[in-house]
């Protein structure tokens, strides 16, 4: 049985990211996801309010995965950066990179069970503790997902070269919005979004 057939939600999603999902979540997708998908999908602005491991910031991460593969499998050039993930603290985003690391791989093993090619996806973290030659490393081959911090995502919108590297984004996902919005780092960081959403 197809995935779509057991789950709608999956219906649009590609072959490989689809099966991923359903082997690694044979319980189907949460209520968060199956509601999150169709808007992020959509492009709409979409807050997704939830409680703890019931799947809201993979909600987006598979959306991003997914239009990276079916463009792929499109013949469309994915180069460049086309996600920015913004965590409020430079321990999470470390850790949402080793987290996205493992799916890129398996979902990467299916396509090619499948016999279909593995989209060239890559991922980098970008916060005040990466090294000089990590970040100039960045420049010159952009990875798919930028994984950073309100402040280094700041410098890099700022930044001649960096912000050049912003200009194909077209998902932006805010975790943990709640810890910004309350305070000055909140407001700072939507003035940034302003500006990279005039990068493009």
Excluded: C
């Excluded at 509601?35 to 602005?45: H, K, M, N, R, V």
């Excluded at 949402?96 to 996806?121: C, D, K, S, T, Y």
């Amino acid at each position: 049985m197809r995935p779509a057939d057991r789950w709608p939600g999956l219906a649009s999603f590609h072959p490989a990211v689809a099966t991923w999902f359903a082997r690694r979540f044979p319980d189907g997708p949460s209520e968060p996801q199956e509601q999150g998908w169709p808007l992020i999908a959509s492009g709409s602005d979409t807050l997704i309010a939830a409680p703890t491991g019931s799947g809201k910031t993979l909600a987006g991460f598979l959306v991003a995965i997914d239009g990276a593969y079916r463009a792929h499998a499109a013949g469309a050039d994915i180069a460049g950066t086309r996600v920015v993930y913004v965590s409020p603290l430079k321990a999470l985003a470390v850790d949402i990179h080793e987290n996205l690391e493992r799916p890129l791989r398996e979902i990467a093993a299916v396509a090619q069970e499948l016999g279909l090619p593995p989209a060239p996806i890559t991922v980098a973290v970008r916060t005040g503790d990466t090294t000089p030659g990590a970040r100039t490393a960045m420049l010159k081959d952009p990875p798919t997902f930028v994984v950073t911090t309100p402040e280094s995502l700041y410098l890099l919108v700022t930044a001649a070269r960096s912000r050049a590297v912003l200009e194909h984004v077209d998902t932006v996902i805010v975790d943990e919005i709640h810890a910004l919005a309350r305070d000055k780092r909140g407001s700072h960081l939507a003035l940034t979004l302003e500006r990279l959403d005039h990068v493009q």
